[in-house]
């Protein structure tokens, strides 16, 4: 069983080197085969167009008859994948898994899976919040992980490190930030409070000053 | 040692069987109760109606008593019995092959009526909810996989498609695996050799596929079973092929696995575990390995839980409760207040308790203020509410006695002492009857010793008197006894301490004080140091003990039974399900 799990795992991976059309790629990261890298461009007309995204894959040894199990290397502001872990939420990596999927075929889901979040299957509750509360701010957002984190386009043409937005990252409005800052908090911690209440779009009108200060305060 | 309760025969054959004994006091025992009952201040109608019915059971005592609840133990080739029988049912209503027949069974959860309820409004639907047909597309209606002939010999062909018959909606794998084609077809067709979707491997010549057409090689096929059995407990699987439903009978899994005996008696005890889960009437002995199950009707529903305490047994005397995951017995305790007790002893929710034991709320803002010294003027830290520690009443009452409370009538003391003293004796209350639950158990644990201890004794016996083995056994006897009423009395004061105050109440605790006092006896009886010349004296004590023993413990949990079933019993809490007539 081990032999066809190597043959399999091998063909894949030379099945997709000769495949040049699908941009899908997967590099070893050590010598043994069954801990791989998968990596693909973020899809077109959305906001993680442009961008390089890497994947950790980690086949486990009943593979194929059990899902592979991956996650995000690159960071992405995506519902469905964890901000912090890059763990990913999708029905094929669990209870749908079928062992004529392979790693292109999984890959190429994720791939897809950026072009249509599930909100309300959220593998992040505070970015699944921000989706669906002011798509227009989470989708400025999240361009702008792709611009940092997977190297998306609109970066400085300098080769030097642009100055990370902290503001711009938590998807939050500068003057919101500013507004409690001027208070005597500091501003990572205005940031973070503004980032759990979703402090954002209409959202605005909904949540008291109180209550920010009250957070603010704990 | 003596007691109230001596029994004395001049027959020496008296002692020599232990169930004449029991039948020849068992009058005796029957008038004690009685009696106690009586010493309760139950009226007298009602007294006449108890002897009446205790009467009529001592009658029917024969068949069954009334704490006792009639089951059934069954091996699992009866329960297989049961499974086939259920399955050539549906398969002589329906029309259909046995694997189909299960394989609807299976999931509709072996409920018949509603299986053959729903098939009756329509086939298809079920058919493709269960997986035995595609549900798209449905020009030509696809016979849930069946080979043309019904032979038994056919059996193993029906379930399994070896590319020999291929559904015609599938035109692209028709080109892919003709190399596995028996024969039979023409060889028409490209013979390309069949490369295996999921190892990738074109040395394969074996394929296995189910009605669907997706073929894959034989050894995937078992890899996969094989995987999903063992490590997902899984009875249905699903076609291998992404988005496919179709489910495997049984008979393709068998060929699939291909003689992988352990995987296969796996697959077989999932299938039978599920039917018993699926039926409320059974119920699988939880000991470990142990493969017996036990069919109870009577503790089916949830109601009946309210009335009957259903202690069962396996063949392998695996006791256990059928209807909560209570270890062993819990008699003559109901579920519901057997749960409700262990969660209280479990949880810390008498922290509380020794808060409100050892603090008292400010009267004004209930904050809870501990006293660590200081005079008896307190000021609230939060509200600033003067007050006096003593009496909890305002401090501005006092006057000028500073030191001293004498104000103990005005009302706003009373009530806040009132408050206060309500959850310290709550506190005492429940120690009072944990203690003793615990004490009981901790003897119970202790039995492992009493058994060896009595073991040597029994030894003993036969080396200083002329006594032979089975004269001796008498010992081992009183020991099961205690240990037996042991486990009753510790349930009692669980029960006790949900019971009401009352009557039935007092009439309870008397029986439960009768039977402790008689089991503590015999207790203290074993442990006596054995003399030569005292034997016959010590197993004619320790032989009417035990039986006096025997019989308190039918009368607790009898009269206990009873009070559920009439709905005798008031609860100072809600108890689930139950009602009190």
């Known amino acids: ?218 | 040692m003596s007691s109230d309760y001596e029994y004395s025969d001049e027959d020496a054959d008296y002692y020599d069987d232990d169930e004449d004994m029991i039948d020849g006091t068992q009058e005796d025992g029957q008038s004690c109760r009685l009696t106690h009952r009586s010493t309760g201040s139950a009226s007298d109608e009602e007294m006449d109606m108890d002897a009446f019915n205790e009467d009529f059971k001592v009658i029917t005592k024969a068949t069954r008593k009334s704490y006792e609840i009639p089951y059934e133990s069954l091996t699992q080739a009866s329960i297989e019995k049961v499974m086939q029988a259920d399955i050539e049912h549906i398969s002589g209503i329906f029309g259909v092959d046995a694997s189909v027949a299960s394989l609807l069974l299976r999931h509709m959860n072996w409920n018949k009526e509603r299986l053959i309820e729903k098939y009756m409004d329509g086939a298809s639907a079920v058919s493709e909810a269960a997986g035995i047909t595609l549900p798209e597309p449905p020009p030509s209606p696809v016979a849930p996989i069946r080979s043309s002939t019904s032979s038994s010999s056919s059996r193993l062909s029906s379930g399994i498609r070896r590319a020999t018959r291929r559904n015609a909606a599938e035109p692209t794998a028709a080109a892919t695996f003709p190399s596995t084609v028996k024969s039979k077809r023409a060889p028409a067709l490209d013979p390309e050799p069949f490369v295996c979707p999921i190892c990738f491997d074109d040395s394969q010549t074996k394929t296995l596929g189910l009605e669907c057409g997706h073929q894959f090689c034989t050894d995937c096929w078992s890899a996969y079973v094989e995987s999903k059995v063992r490590d997902e407990s899984e009875l249905s699987i699903q076609c291998m092929a992404e988005g496919c439903s179709l489910v495997a009978p049984d008979v393709f899994i068998e060929t699939a696995i291909a003689g992988d005996k352990s995987t296969w008696a796996r697959f077989h005890e999932l299938d039978i575990r599920h039917f018993v889960a699926s039926n409320p009437n059974l119920k699988y002995c939880p000991a470990p390995s142990c493969t017996f199950t036990v069919s109870c009707p009577a503790a089916a529903s949830k109601s009946s839980l309210a009335t009957v305490v259903p202690t069962v047994a396996c063949e392998a005397h695996h006791k256990f409760c059928f209807g909560c995951p209570i270890d062993g017995d819990h008699r003559p305790v109901i579920c519901g207040i057997a749960k409700m007790w262990l969660k209280k002893c479990h949880d810390d929710s008498e922290t509380a308790n020794w808060i409100k034991s050892n603090t008292k709320e400010c009267s004004k803002c209930q904050s809870t203020i501990e006293k660590n010294g200081g005079c008896n003027h307190m000021t609230c830290k939060k509200c600033k509410y003067e007050f006096c520690w003593v009496c909890m009443g305002p401090w501005s009452e006092h006057g000028t006695a500073w030191y001293s409370c004498n104000r103990y009538d005005e009302k706003d003391g009373i009530d806040a002492r009132d408050a206060q003293s309500k959850s310290r004796s709550s506190l005492e209350r429940y120690l009072h009857y944990y203690n003793r639950w615990a004490n009981h158990e901790q003897s119970a644990k202790l039995s492992m010793e009493l058994y060896s201890k009595t073991e040597k004794k029994m030894e003993e016996m036969q080396i200083t008197s002329d006594l032979t083995w089975i004269e001796v056994q008498f010992m081992k006897k009183a020991v099961d006894e205690v240990d037996k009423c042991r486990m009753t009395l510790k349930w009692t004061y669980a029960m006790a301490y949900y019971l009401e105050k009352g009557n039935e109440k007092e009439l309870y605790e008397d029986n439960q004080r009768d039977l402790e006092r008689a089991v503590e006896d015999l207790s203290e009886l074993l442990e006596q140091p054995i003399e030569a010349d005292s034997i016959a004296l010590l197993r004619q004590k320790v032989t009417d003990k035990a039986v006096y023993v025997q019989k308190r413990n039918e009368i607790v949990l009898e009269d206990t039974a009873n009070g559920f079933v009439d709905g005798r019993w008031r609860w100072n809490v809600s108890v689930d399900g139950y009602h009190a007539a």
């Open chain 1, 1 to 218: 069983m081990a032999d066809a799990r190597l043959r399999r795992v091998n063909k894949e991976i030379a099945d997709c080197k000769n495949d040049k059309s699908s941009q899908i790629r997967i590099e070893l990261i050590d010598e043994s085969p069954f801990h791989l890298k998968g990596s693909f461009p973020g899809p077109e007309d959305t906001p993680y167009e442009g961008g390089h995204f890497e994947v950790d894959i980690v086949i486990p040894p009943t593979y194929p008859f059990q899902p592979v199990k991956m996650k995000f290397i690159t960071k992405v502001y995506h519902p469905n994948v964890s901000s912090a872990s890059g763990a990913i939420c999708l029905d094929i990596l669990k209870d749908a898994w079928s062992p004529v999927l392979t790693l292109k075929s999984t890959l190429i889901s994720l791939q897809s899976l950026l072009c249509s979040p599930e909100p309300n299957d959220p593998q992040d509750a505070e970015v699944a919040k921000h989706f669906t509360t002011s798509k227009g701010s989470f989708d400025e957002t999240a361009r702008y992980w792709t611009q940092i984190y997977a190297g998306g386009p609109g970066k400085s043409s300098a080769k030097a490190e642009p100055v990370r937005d902290e503001v711009a990252m938590a998807g939050l409005e500068k003057a919101h930030v500013d507004q409690y800052e001027s208070l005597g908090f500091e501003r990572s911690k205005v940031i973070d409070v503004l980032r759990r209440l979703n402090y954002r779009g209409a959202n605005v009108a909904n949540i008291h000053d109180d209550r920010i200060v009250e957070e603010l305060l704990k």
